[in-house]
């Protein structure tokens, strides 16, 4: 009896004691790995950094203040506009009429501006119009007229790019008179459109993700009839968010303009539409509506201006480019529905059977 107790305890290990290694759980590293991966925004996050030290390492130019500055103000713009596509794809609708206010919205702007308003008052009398008239009408043509949001939106697009080619004649004008100095903290200055970009980003994450809007938001795209029986006024949140979205796009242009130093009536149109989508697609947002990730875009389009800028310093041609583009959306996106099903089955989070 007194060899088996010794034993016992002298092999706890044998019989599953505290201290065996059946005892111990993950390991904190393993632990750390399996909650960052149970983010929406971490396949997007990894792919970023791969394709970052693919190109720092086999491109020397790619590592510099101006290959930096290329990828900042490529991504600027295109996470502004598509803050306000996250939200209407949150909510399960979406605005291909963005890319047309922002061509629209500089003029506007120079509008206000010669008929005497501060410039900071045009900015900001511009946005606000853009946002509730633009955007309420898809809002309300949407919702109550039961048009499909992609028809509603696409026909007012060509609408507003209608009327912006009459008004300005399809010329290029100069920004208006003593605008200079307020344009270098709106698009003029090199990090200026980043800055501005970035900072949208993080109050945006926090209103779809701690606040009743957001959740509302959230609830519209999830479950439309649930959402109407709850009380939630379902036409209000998606019309709200349909100016939200012009009102981005006003900004967007608006920014372009100062940094460009020129207001043109070929910027904006349907082809930033399609790329801040696939920013915000690759970023880990819904298609159908229920689920999105304001940082996730602003990774989207990280990922979208270093394949920008990286190919561009190897000379790879638009054409080319064009191809390895889609097979990039294409990779990021087959990652991320992977790993979304993985978080889903609860095999990402360490769980043991």
Same mark, same amino acid.
């Given at each position: 009896m007194s060899d088996v107790s010794d034993?016992?305890?002298?092999?706890?290990?044998? @019989?599953?004691?505290?201290?065996?290694?059946?005892?111990?759980?993950?390991?904190? #590293?393993? $632990?750390?790995?399996? /909650? &960052?991966?149970?983010?929406?925004?971490a396949s997007v996050l990894l792919i970023a950094a791969i394709l970052f030290i693919y190109f720092a390492t086999t491109t020397p130019a790619f590592v510099s203040h101006g290959s930096f500055v290329n990828i900042a103000q490529y991504m600027a713009p295109y996470v502004i506009i598509g803050i306000g596509l996250v939200l209407l794809m949150v909510c399960g609708?979406?605005?291909?009429?963005?890319?047309?206010?922002?061509?629209?919205?500089?003029?506007?702007?120079?509008?206000?501006?010669?008929?005497?308003?501060?410039?900071?008052?045009?900015?900001?009398?511009?946005?606000?119009?853009?946002?509730?008239?633009?955007?309420?009408?898809?809002? @309300?043509?949407?919702?109550?007229?039961?048009?499909?949001?992609?028809?509603?939106? #696409?026909? $007012?697009?060509?609408? /507003? &790019?209608?009327?912006?080619?009459?008004?300005?004649?399809a010329q290029q004008i100069n920004l208006p008179d003593g605008s200079l100095g307020v344009g270098r903290w709106f698009g003029g200055e090199a990090w200026s459109e980043i800055i501005w970009a970035t900072v949208l980003v993080l109050l945006f994450q926090v209103l779809l993700t701690r606040t009743?809007?957001?959740?509302?938001?959230?609830?519209?795209?999830?479950n439309l009839l649930g959402a109407r029986e709850a009380g939630i006024k379902v036409n209000k949140i998606k019309i709200g968010n349909f100016m939200l979205c012009s009102g981005f796009g006003a900004v967007a242009g608006i920014l372009e303009a100062f940094k460009n130093n020129i207001i043109d009536p070929s910027a904006g149109q349907l082809a930033v539409v399609l790329v801040a989508l696939a920013g915000v697609v690759i970023g880990g947002t819904a298609m159908l509506g229920g689920s999105g990730t304001v940082?996730?875009?602003w990774l989207g389009v990280l990922v979208l201006a270093i394949l920008n800028d990286g190919f561009n310093l190897r000379g790879i041609s638009?054409?080319?480019?064009?191809?390895?583009?889609?097979?990039?959306?294409l990779v990021a996106m087959i990652a991320n529905t992977y790993l979304t099903r993985l978080r889903s089955a609860g095999r990402l989070g360490g769980a043991r059977k």
């Open positions: 034993t016992a305890e002298r092999s706890p290990d044998i @019989i599953g004691g505290a201290g065996g290694p059946a005892a111990r759980g993950p390991s904190p #590293l393993n $632990s750390a790995a399996a /909650i &960052f991966l149970k983010q929406r925004e609708e979406i605005d291909l009429s963005v890319g047309f206010v922002w061509m629209l919205s500089p003029y506007v702007m120079h509008f206000f501006a010669d008929s005497g308003l501060p410039i900071l008052l045009a900015i900001v009398i511009t946005v606000l119009i853009l946002a509730v008239v633009i955007g309420g009408v898809n809002g @309300i043509v949407t919702t109550y007229f039961g048009v499909p949001s992609l028809i509603t939106t #696409l026909g $007012s697009g060509y609408i /507003i &790019f209608g009327y912006a080619l009459t008004v300005s004649s009743r809007w957001g959740l509302y938001t959230i609830s519209v795209g999830g940082i996730g875009l638009s054409n080319k480019f064009q191809i390895i583009l889609g097979a990039a959306i």
